[in-house]
C-alpha cells in the first residue's frame, strides 16, 4: 500500500516536470510567474515525499515491496534500515532524482541572475529530471510489489553496514549531480549569449559547493575502502574509483577557470566546455557503473537494460550539449592576456594539466572495454599504469600551484620571488637529506620535497598578503592558499603512506609477543560478541614500544546471521605519525594468522582532504 | 622579452608536454597491461615465465593446503584444465573451495602461480563479470552462482 503511495508521488512528480518543461514554450519567456514557483516547490515536494515513502518502507520492513525485500531486513540496526534505502541502485536512482529537483528549488531563489536565463536554466535542468525519471520509472522503479508475501527480506550486504558508507551516497551524489545544474546553466547562458559576471558568480559558487561535496564523498568512500576492504590501502584505482576522480578533476579545473574570468572576462567558451564535460563524466561513470560493463569489485546489480538507457541519456544530453555549444558561437574578440609567468597562464597551464590528467584516467578505465570488443580478450589496467601515468603528468601542475596564487594577473613579475626561490631550494635539500636517511626512494624524494614546497610557499604567500593588507579579508585573500596548504598536506600523507608502508604477515597464539619494526605487538586475548544481527569474534592485540604499553588494537571479524557472510574489520590504532592497522585471518591449531601493516602519515591525508573541503566552502561566501 | 615570443615559448613548452604526456601513456599502458585468462586460455595463451596476470576460476574441491604458516597451496579449475596456485597472506572471508575466484600474479611455471592478491566474490549475488562469462562458454556456468 504505502509503494503505491510512493510510486503516485513519484509520478505526480513527473508530471509537474513535464508541465515545467513544456510550459517554457508557451509562455513569457522572461519572467517567472508565482505558479512557476509553485510548480517547482510541488515537484520538490512531491519527490520528497516518494522519498519518504521509501525510507518509511524501510523503517517499518515493508517486504511487500521488492525492493526492501532485496535489501534489508527486519534485525538490521535501525541506522542501517534508513541508509539501505540509498544502499542499492533503485533506491540510489530516487535519491538522484530528489537531488536534482533539491537543486532546482534551491536555483530559483537565486537573486543575482535575470529572469529569462533561471527559467531556461530551470527548463533545462527539467529536462535532465525528465529524462532520468522516465529511467528510474522503467528500468529501476523502488516501488515494484511482490506476488509473494515473504515474512523476512534478504539483508542489506554486511560491508555496506557502516557509518561512513551511510553517509557516503548522499553526499558524493550531491556533488555528482550538482554539475546537472551547471551545465544546465552554462546552455542557458550558451543560448541567451549572457555570460557576465553574475553567471559567473553563481557558476562559481555551484560549483565550489559540488565539488567540496564530491570531494568529501570520495574521501569517505576511500576512508571506508582503508579500514573495511582490509588491504592496508585507502585507493586501488579501482574502475569506480577513476569515473568518482574524473568528474572531480574537471570540476577542479572548472573551478579554477571561474577564477581567471573573475579578474578578466575571457575564455568562456573553456568554462562552458568543462561545465559540459563535468556532468557528462558523471553521467558516464553511472553507465559505467551501473552497466556491468566494468569488473569492480563495488559493481551494483547489474542489468543491461539500463546499461543502454543510461548510455542513450549520456549521448542525448552530452550531444544535444555539444552541438549548443558549437552553433552559439561567442563573439567576444578579447585578448587573453598570456604572458611567460603570469597568473593567467598559470591557470591555463593548470587546466591544460588537469584535462590531460583526466584523459589518462579515462584512457586507461576504458581501454579493457575497448580492448575486449576489438579483440575479445580480457585485461585488466593495473594501479602501475595510472602510478605512473597520471602522477608524473600532474607534476608539473603541484610544482606551479605553490607559486600561482601569487602571481601577478598583470605583468611577469612575482613579487619577493627570491625568498620563494629559497624555499624551493632549502625544502628540496631538506626532504633529500630525510629520504637519505631513510631509505632512498625517488617517488618518496618528489613527493615529500613537492608537499613542503606547496605548504611553504602558500605560507610564505600568507605572510605577505598579512603584512600587505593586515586582517582585512584575511580569509578572502587567503583562501586560495588554504586550499592549496590542504593539497600539500594531501600529498604529504598519499607520498609517505604508499612509499614508507610496511606490511607484516605474522602468526600468533595467545600471549605470544612479537617483535615487528621497533614495536612489539602481543595477542591477549580473544573475545566474542553478540550484536543484533551479527556475531563478532574479537582479537585484543597491545601495542608496546619499549616495554611500554601505548595502545590496544582490536581487529575482528563479523558473522552475519541473515546474509551468512563474513566481514573483516581492520583494527586501527591512530597514532600522530603512523597508523598502526591490524586484520586477523584464518585460525589453525589456536596459531592465527595475522596481518599488520605500518602506515606512517595516513592522518595527514584526511586532514589535508579536510582543509581543501572547507576551503572550498569558505569560497562559496567569498564575493 | 617581447609578447609573441614569451607566446611562441609558452606553445612551445605546451607541445612538450603534451608530447611527453603522449608518450607516457603508450609507454605505461604497454607495459600496465594484465591479462585475463582462465586456466584452459592460459595454455593457449603466449604468456611467458614471470609474466604478471590473472587467473579465474574455481577453487578444486579438497584442494586447499595451508602448507606453513600463512602460506596456501590450491588450484583453479575451469573443468577442463587447471592451474596450481600458491599464496602468502590471508585468504579472503569469502574464499571457499568449489566457489568462484580471480587470482593475480606472475607465472612461476607452465601451470603454477605465485599469487599476490586473492579476489573472492564479493558477496553471495556478485560474480565478477569477466569470470562469469568466460565460464559460460565452458559451460561451467551454474544458475545457483547468480
Known amino acids: ?623 | 622579452m617581447s609578447l609573441r615570443f614569451q607566446r611562441l615559448l609558452l606553445i612551445f613548452l605546451s607541445l612538450i608536454f603534451l608530447t611527453a604526456s603522449i608518450f607516457l601513456i603508450l609507454f605505461n599502458s604497454k607495459k600496465n597491461l594484465i591479462f585475463f585468462y582462465t586456466p584452459s586460455e592460459l595454455l593457449n595463451s603466449k604468456t611467458q615465465i614471470n609474466d604478471t596476470i590473472r587467473i579465474g576460476g574455481i577453487v578444486k574441491k579438497d584442494s586447499l593446503k595451508n602448507i606453513e604458516d600463512n602460506k596456501y597451496v590450491f588450484i583453479i579449475h575451469d573443468n577442463n584444465n587447471y592451474v596450481r596456485v600458491s599464496y602468502t597472506g590471508i585468504l579472503p572471508d569469502l574464499f571457499r573451495e568449489e566457489q568462484g575466484v580471480v587470482v593475480q600474479g606472475k607465472l612461476i611455471k607452465i601451470d603454477n602461480i605465485k599469487a599476490e592478491r586473492v579476489f573472492a566474490k564479493h558477496d553471495e549475488n556478485y560474480m565478477p563479470t569477466s569470470i562469469k562469462k568466460q565460464l559460460e562458454k565452458n559451460k561451467y556456468w551454474n544458475k545457483s552462482y547468480q
Request: contains cysteine; aromatic residues 16%; hydrophobic residues 50%.
Open chain 1, 1 to 623: 500500500m504505502i509503494s503505491l503511495v510512493g510510486f503516485a508521488n513519484l509520478l505526480f512528480s513527473f508530471l509537474i516536470g513535464l508541465i515545467i518543461f513544456f510550459s517554457y514554450f508557451f509562455n513569457n519567456k522572461n519572467q517567472i510567474s508565482r505558479t512557476y514557483y509553485n510548480l517547482v516547490f510541488f515537484k520538490f515536494f512531491f519527490i520528497i515525499v516518494s522519498f519518504l515513502t521509501l525510507i518509511y518502507a524501510y523503517v517499518v520492513s515493508d517486504f511487500s515491496n521488492q525492493n526492501v525485500f532485496e535489501n534489508s531486513h527486519s534485525d538490521k540496526p535501525i541506522l542501517y534500515k534508513i541508509t539501505g534505502t540509498w544502499g542499492n541502485h533503485e533506491g540510489s536512482m530516487l535519491l538522484w532524482l530528489l537531488i536534482m529537483s533539491g537543486y532546482t528549488l534551491f536555483f530559483i531563489f537565486n537573486k543575482n541572475l535575470k529572469d529569462n536565463i533561471k527559467k531556461l536554466t530551470i527548463t533545462f535542468q527539467t529536462s535532465l529530471f525528465l529524462l532520468f525519471a522516465v529511467f528510474v520509472i522503467l528500468t529501476s522503479n523502488p516501488f515494484l510489489i511482490n506476488s509473494i508475501n515473504f515474512e523476512e527480506g534478504m539483508g542489506l550486504n554486511p560491508i555496506l553496514q557502516d557509518p561512513a558508507l551511510a553517509v557516503h551516497p548522499p553526499i558524493l551524489y550531491i556533488g555528482y549531480v550538482g554539475f546537472s545544474l551547471i551545465l544546465s546553466l552554462a546552455l542557458a547562458g550558451l543560448t541567451f549569449k549572457q555570460i557576465d559576471y553574475e553567471w559567473m558568480n553563481t557558476a562559481k559558487k555551484f560549483t565550489l559547493f559540488c565539488w567540496s561535496m564530491l570531494t568529501g564523498g570520495i574521501a569517505l568512500g576511500s576512508y571506508w575502502a582503508y579500514y573495511e576492504l582490509g588491504w592496508g590501502g585507502w585507493w586501488f584505482w579501482d574502475p569506480v574509483e577513476n569515473v568518482s576522480l574524473m568528474p572531480w578533476i574537471a570540476g577542479l579545473a572548472l573551478v579554477h577557470s571561474l577564477m581567471i574570468t573573475k579578474k578578466e572576462k575571457l575564455l568562456i567558451r573553456w568554462i562552458v566546455f568543462l561545465s559540459i564535460l563535468c556532468f557528462s563524466l558523471s553521467i558516464f561513470g553511472t553507465f559505467l557503473v551501473r552497466s556491468g560493463i566494468l569488473t569492480s569489485v563495488h559493481s551494483f546489480a547489474t542489468d543491461s537494460a539500463r546499461g543502454i538507457f543510461i548510455l542513450i541519456i549520456f549521448l542525448v544530453s552530452t550531444g544535444f550539449s555539444f552541438i549548443l555549444f558549437i552553433f552559439k558561437t561567442d563573439d567576444s574578440e578579447e585578448k587573453l592576456k598570456l604572458l611567460f609567468i603570469n597568473k593567467s597562464t598559470a591557470l591555463v597551464f593548470n587546466n591544460i594539466v588537469m584535462i590531460i590528467a583526466c584523459l589518462t584516467i579515462l584512457l586507461g578505465t576504458i581501454y579493457p572495454i575497448v580492448i575486449e570488443v576489438i579483440t575479445n580478450k580480457r585485461i585488466s589496467v593495473g594501479a602501475p599504469y595510472f602510478n605512473s601515468t597520471a602522477l608524473p603528468i600532474l607534476l608539473p601542475g603541484f610544482l606551479l600551484m605553490s607559486i600561482a596564487p601569487a602571481l601577478s594577473w598583470q605583468n611577469n613579475k612575482l613579487p619577493k620571488y627570491k625568498s620563494y626561490i629559497f624555499v624551493f631550494i632549502a625544502l628540496s635539500l631538506l626532504s633529500f637529506i630525510i629520504v637519505y636517511l631513510n631509505t632512498f626512494n625517488v617517488w618518496g624524494f618528489i613527493g615529500i620535497s613537492l608537499g613542503l614546497i606547496i605548504i611553504f610557499s602558500s605560507l610564505l604567500s600568507v605572510y605577505f598578503n598579512y603584512k600587505k593588507f593586515g586582517l582585512r579579508n584575511f580569509i578572502s585573500q587567503n583562501n586560495a592558499l588554504l586550499a592549496h596548504i590542504g593539497v600539500g598536506i594531501l600529498i604529504l600523507g598519499i607520498t609517505t603512506s604508499s612509499v614508507y608502508k610496511s606490511e607484516f604477515s605474522e602468526t600468533f597464539m595467545i600471549n605470544e609477543k612479537k617483535q615487528i619494526n621497533n614495536y612489539s605487538y602481543t595477542l591477549l586475548k580473544l573475545e566474542t560478541n553478540q550484536d543484533s544481527n551479527f556475531q563478532e569474534l574479537v582479537a585484543v592485540f597491545s601495542l608496546y614500544k619499549d616495554n611500554k604499553k601505548i595502545a590496544e588494537i582490536k581487529p575482528s571479524k563479523r558473522y552475519y546471521n541473515v546474509s551468512k557472510m563474513i566481514t573483516t574489520e581492520a583494527g586501527i590504532y591512530h597514532s600522530w605519525f603512523q597508523d598502526f592497522y591490524v586484520i586477523i585471518g584464518n585460525e589453525k591449531d589456536k596459531i592465527w594468522s595475522v596481518k599488520i601493516y605500518q602506515n606512517p602519515l595516513v592522518s595527514l591525508i584526511w586532514i589535508g582532504v579536510i582543509i581543501m573541503v572547507m576551503s572550498g566552502f569558505l569560497g562559496i561566501r567569498k564575493v
